[in-house]
């Protein structure tokens, strides 16, 4: 049997960008941009996704910095294609005020969603992207536990309930639990709505959050 012909190597067909805050206990926010293709091309150098990503390193305002990794994945055979990952991990940003000020920690989590949502804009500006639909409700919870897999590997999502949820403007926000002490909140199109894009956040129950199913 002839194996078939190998794809332009030089080329992608997606691109993924992961954020991390760690906490001392494990990834304590994440954010996610999948961003699919309508036709291969080539991934930019590294310039183009330290440059977009810098604004946010910038505001952990740590001094040792923080190392961001690039890399590329082949799959070979009839159905070949080549993705373009993107990750860098973060210290969880520390509340410079009253530790206890709700407030600040809210300005603080605003900025870094913020800065994170412009650089996903700039990644999904430099490429031909697919025109992508609004997610529907079972899509969009299937995603969600999804997402929660990729940002939290050990998470056991068969046991995670959805307990609220909530969709507007193109975004969906979903708040799952295990009935135990672990949460997660996940907003789908976190960035313009754009389905590609996706925050994580871990929730230590009893949490309440203000974002999900209020009124």
């Known amino acids: 049997m002839v194996p078939p012909p190998l794809r332009d190597p030089a080329l992608v067909d997606a691109v993924r960008v992961k954020v991390t805050l760690e906490a001392p206990d494990g990834p304590d926010e994440v954010f996610l941009l999948d961003l699919e293709l309508a036709e291969p091309a080539p991934p930019h150098d590294d310039t183009t996704y330290l440059s977009a990503l810098s604004p946010v390193v910038e505001l952990m305002d740590t001094p040792e910095g923080c190392t961001v990794r690039i890399g590329r994945e082949h799959r070979l055979g009839a159905d070949s294609a080549s993705a373009l990952d993107v990750d860098v991990s973060l210290p969880r940003p520390t509340v410079r005020a009253d530790e206890t000020d709700p407030t600040e920690r809210n300005v603080q989590h ?6 994170v949502a412009a650089a996903f804009r700039s990644v999904i500006d430099a490429f031909p ?14 995603l969600a536990r999804r ?40 907003r789908v199109g976190f960035a313009d709505g754009h389905p590609g894009t ?3 956040r871990r929730i230590r129950t009893p949490e309440v959050v203000d974002s999900v199913g209020a009124d």
Request: proline share 2%.
């Open 110 to 115: 605003e900025a870094m969603e913020a800065a």
């Open 129 to 142: 992207a697919a025109r992508m639909t609004e997610l529907g409700h079972d899509e969009a919870l299937a």
């Open 147 to 186: 997402r929660i897999e990729e940002a939290a590997p050990d998470a056991a999502t068969a046991g995670l309930s959805v307990t609220a949820e909530e969709h507007a403007n193109a975004q969906w926000a979903v708040r799952l639990d295990d009935g135990t002490a672990t949460g997660y909140e996940v």
């Open 198 to 200: 996706t925050h994580v």
